[in-house]
C-alpha cells in the first residue's frame, strides 16, 4: 500500500434529504497525445502519484459519491486495477475498473453499460481533472439532486474569442469571422452531473460528435444548468498544465502541513 494521504472528506450530506445514490464515472482511457510521449495521461504521475489516482480520491472525497467506475486504457485494466490496489482510497467507495474505448465518448458509454442498478445520480468526471475541489463536487450533486438532468461546473473566459475560418492549410492564416459575445460564453468543467435515465437515454441516442457528455443531453433538447466551476478543475492537458498542477499540489501539500 502507499502512504500517501487520504484527502479531506466532504461534509455528509443533508439531513431529511431522501438517499439517492450517486456514482462517477471517470473516462481515463485517453493517450494525452497533447502531452507529449510517455504513458497514457491518468497513469502519469503528479506529486509523485498516478494522476488518475488523484481524479478517483478527489470523487471518492465526496461523501455523496459511493462508486467509482474507472474506464482504463482498453489493453490497461488489469495495470489500472493493480494500481488503484495500491493506493489509499475511502473504505465508503466501491471501485470498479472496465477497458475504454477509442473516443472519450465511447470510453463513457463503456463506463455507464458497466454501473450496476441503485445509482440514480451519475458524474461523468475526466481523469486529466485531477484537481477538482469536493465543494465543485458538492455543489454538481446537489444540483442534480434539486432536479436538475443535467449540470455542469462553469468559469466565465478570461480570453476575448474569435471564430475564424479554419486555415486552408497548415501555416496558412485563419481569418477572423466573429468576436462573440464573451459575457455569454462559460469555459465548462467536469464532473458533470446527470439523473442517471437522462445520460443513458443521451449516449443511447446522440450520434454526433460532441466534446462533452453535457452537449449529448443540449441535443435531447433539455436545459442544461451551470454551478460555479473552480479554477484548480482545469484540465491537464499539454506539459504547461503539469507544472501548474504540481504547483497547485505543492501548494495544498504545504497548507494541509504534509
Ligand atoms: N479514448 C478516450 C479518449 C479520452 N478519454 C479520457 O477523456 C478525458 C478528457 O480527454 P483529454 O484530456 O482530451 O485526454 P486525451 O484524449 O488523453 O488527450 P489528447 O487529446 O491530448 O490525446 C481524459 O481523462 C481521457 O483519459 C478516454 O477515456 N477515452
Ligand atoms: C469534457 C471536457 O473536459 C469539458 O471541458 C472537455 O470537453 C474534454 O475535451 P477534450 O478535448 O476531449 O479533452
Known amino acids: ?51 488518475l489516482v488523484h481524479a478517483v480520491r478527489a470523487m471518492a472525497d465526496s461523501r455523496a459519491v459511493s462508486l467509482v467506475v474507472v474506464v482504463a486504457p482498453p489493453d490497461g485494466a488489469g495495470e489500472v486495477t493493480s494500481l488503484l490496489d495500491a493506493h489509499a482510497l475511502p473504505e465508503r467507495t466501491d471501485v470498479l475498473v472496465v477497458p475504454g474505448g477509442e473516443s472519450r465518448k465511447e470510453s463513457v458509454k463503456l463506463g455507464l453499460d458497466a454501473l450496476p442498478e441503485g445509482y440514480d445520480i451519475v458524474l461523468v468526471h475526466d ?32 480570453d476575448t474569442v474569435k471564430q475564424v475560418e479554419p486555415a486552408a492549410a497548415p501555416g496558412e492564416p485563419e481569418p477572423v469571422v466573429a468576436t462573440p459575445d464573451r459575457s455569454t460564453l462559460r469555459a465548462v468543467q467536469t464532473p458533470q452531473g446527470f439523473d442517471r435515465a437522462t445520460l ?40 504547461l498544465d503539469l507544472v501548474l498542477a504540481e504547483a497547485v499540489l505543492a501548494r495544498r501539500r504545504l497548507n494541509d502541513g504534509f
Open 127 to 158: 481523469a486529466a481533472r485531477p484537481l477538482v475541489p469536493v465543494d465543485t463536487v458538492d455543489a454538481v450533486i446537489e444540483a442534480v439532486r434539486d432536479g436538475a438532468p443535467a449540470v455542469v461546473p462553469a468559469l466565465p473566459l478570461a
Open 1 to 51: 500500500m502507499s502512504d500517501d494521504p487520504l484527502p479531506p472528506s466532504s461534509p455528509t450530506p443533508a439531513p431529511g434529504r431522501p438517499t439517492v445514490r450517486t456514482a462517477a464515472v471517470i473516462p481515463a482511457a485517453g493517450r494525452g497525445v497533447r502531452l507529449g510521449p510517455g504513458a497514457p495521461k491518468a497513469l502519469r504521475a503528479l506529486g509523485g502519484t498516478p494522476m
Open 200 to 239: 443513458v437515454r443521451a449516449h443511447g441516442t446522440v450520434t454526433d460528435d460532441v466534446t462533452d457528455d453535457a452537449g449529448m443531453v443540449e441535443l435531447l433538447g433539455l436545459t442544461v444548468v451551470t454551478v460555479p466551476g473552480h479554477e484548480e478543475a482545469f484540465k491537464v492537458t499539454r506539459p
